[in-house]
């Protein structure tokens, strides 16, 4: 990416709609913007907004809301435009080809806001924050999202961070001065101590961020069993519509099915399989195939059985198939055996709430994950894990009197990472990384 000259893109889908609004950020916008709008910005000091037309070429293009950020108060850090115009798309393209025409090209994913980053406007995990908050799609998580917006979650860096330098700082006064008294000895007994305690708010951390993760994305949960059990019944009556097939014919659902429902919060995706049996035709053993495809890529499993007769062959198998995953096994067409114990349901009834409970306490979600920030996406989570390895290999490596610098060296990866974390020193590699993930104009 090249920096600093001047970036255009809509900000807003591309569709026919009441306004759209185009972002223009770089050093000389203001000049760029003054050829297109007959406002004098380059002498602004602080943020102003205009109504006025757009001309290029000697045709007007719209009449428009124009505001104008002078830096470092925008954004980016850089001096900013940002044109609402009428909703059309053809408008924003005049408006967007005038600006190219003078000079500016088209914004790459993110651009907008690597820039920020970049120019210290916010840390990286406020910066990926961004994107959480535009994709949530709960209350609860857009509000683990704005946690981050809003600084927060960076704050929970930053006392490992500390705990790290001074240990560091500790362990390089005892290299240089082995001779002094009056400083704390980094022995092992000290430095595991001070590791074991670190180590200790990391693990509230991944704690924490692994509920925060579900609240956000979310889990996907398969639906499995014999043919005939009511699997597709139960995700009608869990999703409220009618999305599967259901008939009394064993072997109706031959592909997936996917519904999805916001249970307390969290975004549960189920996924309704094939019936599994063997010795059937060509199209059901290939269902039955994803069904078992299924099984082991999703966070939960549902084994229904049929509360008339739950003890199969058939379900056996499954049952056996299913016992290392995290599983519920739920007895489906109740109204015809009341007297069955356990998770028990009657989707033709639309009487899942048993499952439906059962299914949130499986996630053990505290009532603080809603409330606290938390370092919850996969980059965040795999800092933290890396940051507890590296803790680990330090108290190992002490505890086995390896020399003092090879403890260092493990503690100066873990300070690092932490940095990372929120953006100090990262690579451009990971920041392109991240921002590629953004959308045009964001
Ligand atoms: N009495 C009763 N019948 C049910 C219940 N749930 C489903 N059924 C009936 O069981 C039959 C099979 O239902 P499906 O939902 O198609 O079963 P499935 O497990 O998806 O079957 P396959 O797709 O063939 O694997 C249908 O006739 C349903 O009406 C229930 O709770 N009670
Ligand atoms: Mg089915």
Same mark, same amino acid.
């Given at each position: 990416m090249e920096k600093n000259n001047v970036i255009v893109a809509l900000a807003t889908p591309p569709l026919i709609s009441a306004l759209a609004l185009i972002r223009v950020s770089g050093d000389g916008v203001f000049d760029l913007t003054e050829k297109l709008f007959? &406002? #004098? @910005?380059? $002498?602004?000091t602080k943020r102003a907004s205009y109504v006025g037309d757009i001309c290029f070429g000697g045709e007007v293009i719209d009449n428009v809301v124009l505001i104008a950020y002078p830096h470092p108060n925008s954004f980016t850090g850089e001096d900013v435009v940002e044109i609402c115009c009428h909703g059309s798309p053809l408008i924003a393209n005049e408006i967007i080809s005038a600006y190219i025409a003078l000079g500016a090209r088209y914004a790459e994913r993110g651009e907008f806001s690597s820039r920020g980053f970049f120019n210290g406007k916010m840390d990286l995990i406020e910066a990926e924050s961004i994107n959480d908050l535009i994709n949530a799609t709960t209350k609860e998580a857009k509000k683990i999202a704005m946690m981050s917006y809003k600084g927060q979650t960076s704050k929970l860096v930053e006392p490992i961070m500390k705990s790290l330098a001074d240990l560091l700082a500790l362990i390089e006064v005892n290299i240089d001065y082995p001779e002094y008294e009056d400083i704390e000895e980094a022995n092992e007994q000290t430095i595991v101590a001070r590791c074991e305690a670190i180590r200790a708010d990391l693990c509230d951390l991944i704690r924490h961020g692994e509920e925060g993760k579900i609240i956000r994305s979310g889990i996907n949960i398969a639906i499995v069993g014999r043919p005939n059990v009511g699997k597709s019944s139960l995700l009608n009556a869990m999703l409220h519509e009618n999305k599967a097939i259901v008939t009394d014919? #064993?072997? $109706? $659902?031959r592909d997936i099915v996917e519904g999805e429902i916001n249970l307390k919060g969290v975004p549960v995706r189920f996924l309704d399989t094939a019936g599994i049996r063997e010795g059937t035709d060509l199209v059901e053993s290939i269902g039955v195939e994803r069904s078992l495809k299924t099984i082991e890529e999703a966070d939960l499993v549902i084994v229904v059985l049929d509360a $008339? %007769? #739950? %003890?199969t062959e058939e379900d056996e198998k499954i049952l056996e198939r299913t016992a290392g995953k995290h599983r519920i096994v739920c007895f489906n067409k109740r109204d015809l055996n009341? +007297? !069955?114990? =356990? !998770?028990a349901v009657s989707a033709i009834q639309g009487e899942v709430g048993p499952l439906l409970d059962a299914i949130y306490e499986s @996630? =053990? @979600? +505290? &009532?603080e994950a809603y409330e606290l920030p938390s370092l919850s996406n996969a980059r965040e989570l795999g800092a933290l894990r890396n940051i507890d390895l590296l803790l680990r290999e330090a108290i190992e490596d002490s505890k086995n009197q390896a020399p003092i610098d090879l403890v260092a060296a493990d503690l100066m990866s873990a300070y690092n990472t932490a940095r990372e974390l929120v953006g100090i020193g990262a690579t451009t590699d990971l920041t392109d990384e991240i921002f590629s993930r953004f959308c045009v104009g964001k």
């Open positions: 007959a &406002k #004098p @910005l380059k $002498t602004i014919i #064993p072997g $109706t $659902t $008339t %007769n #739950p %003890n009341e +007297s !069955v114990e =356990g !998770v @996630l =053990g @979600l +505290s &009532k």
